[in-house]
Every structure is written in structure tokens, then in C-alpha cells.
């Protein structure tokens, strides 16, 4: 079984030389080096590299030496600008990049951006034409981001981290953490769009091996369709809540999943969505 992270972010120590915009509370570094080295531990194959937008917003420099560095292991997204009127140009210019499988658009809840901005629109434009899918977060925003989705219905979605806000500390969990459940389950009938399963372990109200979570992942995995479920960690935004193997295990090991669901959740259905596969 190929196992693929469907979204990790690594970046190098804050410095002058390459300024984080925000200091979020991750480790002080994860580089590209120390990411396969826990890659390695787990037995995790490969990942899409996300460029982490808290540190770097829409420069991926970091991300493509990265990718040069290990390009079996990797392949890459990146966070585009709706606000850039050239963003088109931006899209077909990364399309070219080595390991290049995707762009990322931020549509939170407190961005304020409508389903009808121009700027999306010429983004989701320029996906379809350069044949890129397009991540979306859209947690704690999923009416919005139905919206989108329904307004292009011919471009190809990924839907970040459950379309439901996940904490960034333990203390930060909700009290009702899958509140959101029955608009990611409607979410399921654009036929356009998959989801990412990536930091579900964060959405726990119990230990390791987070046990709680599984009850409402079988109604994400009977309403989307294993083929349309991406399993990954959010390494290392999830950081202060689960390690990476805390992140890995409880997938690789449960008995809830047969094993060839855990084949198509762990890596089969990340490798149909980008196109990609690791190698060796």
C-alpha cells in the first residue's frame, strides 16, 4: 500500500533571509529534510507539499527547493491571489513548475470573499484552462464554499481539512467539534469536489488513539465515497495537538477501515485527485 499525506507544510527557521509573515505557534523549523525523516519513521511514502501561507502567503520558493531536492517525495501547491489581477499569468507559470499538481485559495470566514468575486473567478478560470485542481479552505465557512463550487462546476476541488475549523492548541477544541457535520455531508453531492480527511485527529475530545473520531468519519466516508476522501495529517499546523506519528497510526492500525479502504483513503484516492504518485 502507497500511503501519500494529502497536506504537510515545511519551511526553514525565521529569518531575514527568508521573513515569515506571522509567527504561528509551530515548531521553530520543519525543513524539507526533517519532514522525510518523519515521513520515513511512520512509513509515510510521500505528500503534497502545501506552501504554508501563514509564514510565506504566496511565495512557494521554499517549497520548490524542496521538491528539487526530494521530487519523488513531494509534489506541490500553492496559495494564489485573488487580489492580483495578473493571478492568471501567476497560475500558467506555476502549471510549469516541476511537481507542480495545484493552487490553494483562502476563503475563512472572516476573509469576507463572496462566492461572485472577480478574483476567484479569473482563479477558478485559469485552473480549468491549466487543468489544476484547486484546494480550498473553507473551514467555518462551508455555505460560501458550496457556493463556489456550484458556481464552477468545472473545476476541480479539494476541500481542506473536513470543511470544518480545527484547533490549533488543545485547549482551543469547540465543545461540538463536527457542529458543521451535516453541511460537509450535503457538501458531498457536487460531484466536482473531494475532501480531505487531514487533521481529523485534531477534532478528538479524547486521547490517543483519538477513538471518538470514528463514528463521524463513517458518515463523511458513506457520504463522499472513499475514492473522494483524502487522508493527510496538516503537519505541522497540527502540531501543539498531535505529533506526526500521533497523526498516522490511528489510520494505519484501526479495524474500522478494511484494507482496501485504507489503501484508497491513505494514498489511492490522493494519487486519482492530483494525478501523482511518489517514487522511490
Given at each position: 500500500?502507497?500511503?501519500?499525506?494529502?497536506?504537510?507544510?515545511?519551511?526553514?527557521?525565521?529569518t531575514?533571509?527568508?521573513?515569515?509573515?506571522?509567527?504561528?505557534?509551530?515548531?521553530?523549523?520543519?525543513?524539507?529534510?526533517?519532514?522525510?525523516?518523519?515521513?520515513?519513521?511512520?512509513?509515510?511514502?510521500?505528500?503534497?507539499?502545501?506552501?504554508?501561507?501563514?509564514?510565506?502567503?504566496?511565495?512557494?520558493?521554499?517549497?520548490?527547493?524542496?521538491?528539487?531536492?526530494?521530487?519523488?517525495?513531494?509534489?506541490?501547491?500553492k496559495?494564489?491571489?485573488?487580489d492580483?489581477?495578473?493571478?492568471a499569468?501567476?497560475i500558467?507559470e506555476?502549471?510549469?513548475?516541476?511537481?507542480?499538481?495545484?493552487?490553494?485559495?483562502?476563503?475563512?470566514?472572516?476573509?469576507?470573499?463572496?462566492?461572485?468575486?472577480?478574483?476567484?473567478?479569473?482563479?477558478?478560470?485559469?485552473?480549468?484552462?491549466?487543468?489544476?485542481?484547486?484546494n480550498?479552505?473553507?473551514?467555518?465557512?462551508?455555505?460560501?464554499?458550496?457556493?463556489?463550487?456550484?458556481?464552477?462546476?468545472?473545476?476541480?476541488?479539494?476541500?481542506?481539512?473536513?470543511?470544518?475549523?480545527?484547533?490549533?492548541?488543545?485547549?482551543?477544541?469547540?465543545?461540538?467539534?463536527?457542529?458543521?457535520?451535516?453541511?460537509?455531508?450535503?457538501?458531498?453531492?457536487?460531484?466536482?469536489?473531494?475532501?480531505?480527511?487531514?487533521?481529523?485527529?485534531?477534532?478528538?475530545?479524547?486521547?490517543?488513539?483519538?477513538?471518538?473520531?470514528?463514528?463521524?468519519?463513517?458518515?463523511?466516508?458513506?457520504?463522499?465515497?472513499?475514492?473522494?476522501?483524502l487522508?493527510?495529517?496538516d503537519?505541522?499546523?497540527?502540531?501543539?495537538?498531535?505529533?506526526?506519528?500521533?497523526?498516522?497510526?490511528?489510520?494505519?492500525?484501526?479495524?474500522?477501515?478494511?484494507?482496501?479502504?485504507?489503501?484508497?483513503?491513505?494514498?489511492?484516492a490522493?494519487?486519482?485527485?492530483?494525478?501523482?504518485?511518489?517514487?522511490?
Amino acid at each position: 500500500m502507497t500511503i501519500i499525506d494529502c497536506q504537510i507544510h515545511a519551511y526553514e527557521a525565521n529569518t531575514p533571509q527568508r521573513p515569515w509573515h506571522t509567527v504561528p505557534n509551530w515548531p521553530a523549523h520543519v525543513t524539507g529534510d526533517e519532514m522525510v525523516a518523519a515521513m520515513d519513521k511512520v512509513g509515510v511514502d510521500g505528500a503534497i507539499f502545501i506552501s504554508p501561507f501563514a509564514m510565506h502567503r504566496y511565495d512557494a520558493s521554499y517549497a520548490v527547493e524542496v521538491q528539487r531536492a526530494h521530487p519523488g517525495r513531494f509534489a506541490l501547491v500553492k496559495p494564489v491571489d485573488p487580489d492580483d489581477p495578473a493571478v492568471a499569468d501567476v497560475i500558467a507559470e506555476w502549471e510549469k513548475s516541476p511537481g507542480t499538481v495545484g493552487i490553494r485559495i483562502m476563503m475563512p470566514k472572516e476573509g469576507k470573499r463572496e462566492p461572485n468575486d472577480p478574483g476567484l473567478d479569473r482563479i477558478l478560470r485559469a485552473a480549468v484552462k491549466h487543468d489544476l485542481p484547486v484546494n480550498m479552505l473553507c473551514w467555518g465557512n462551508v455555505d460560501v464554499g458550496t457556493a463556489l463550487v456550484d458556481r464552477h462546476p468545472d473545476t476541480r476541488f479539494i476541500i481542506d481539512h473536513l470543511a470544518i475549523m480545527q484547533p490549533r492548541t488543545p485547549d482551543a477544541l469547540a465543545a461540538q467539534p463536527w457542529a458543521d457535520l451535516s453541511k460537509v455531508l450535503d457538501f458531498a453531492k457536487r460531484k466536482n469536489a473531494v475532501i480531505k480527511i487531514s487533521g481529523a485527529c485534531t477534532l478528538s475530545q479524547k486521547p490517543y488513539p483519538f477513538p471518538d473520531i470514528w463514528d463521524p468519519l463513517a458518515r463523511v466516508f458513506d457520504a463522499w465515497g472513499f475514492d473522494r476522501c483524502l487522508w493527510g495529517t496538516d503537519w505541522t499546523r497540527a502540531f501543539a495537538v498531535v505529533n506526526y506519528e500521533q497523526a498516522v497510526e490511528p489510520f494505519r492500525l484501526t479495524d474500522r477501515l478494511s484494507e482496501s479502504e485504507r489503501a484508497m483513503l491513505m494514498g489511492g484516492a490522493c494519487a486519482k485527485a492530483y494525478r501523482w504518485s511518489p517514487k522511490a
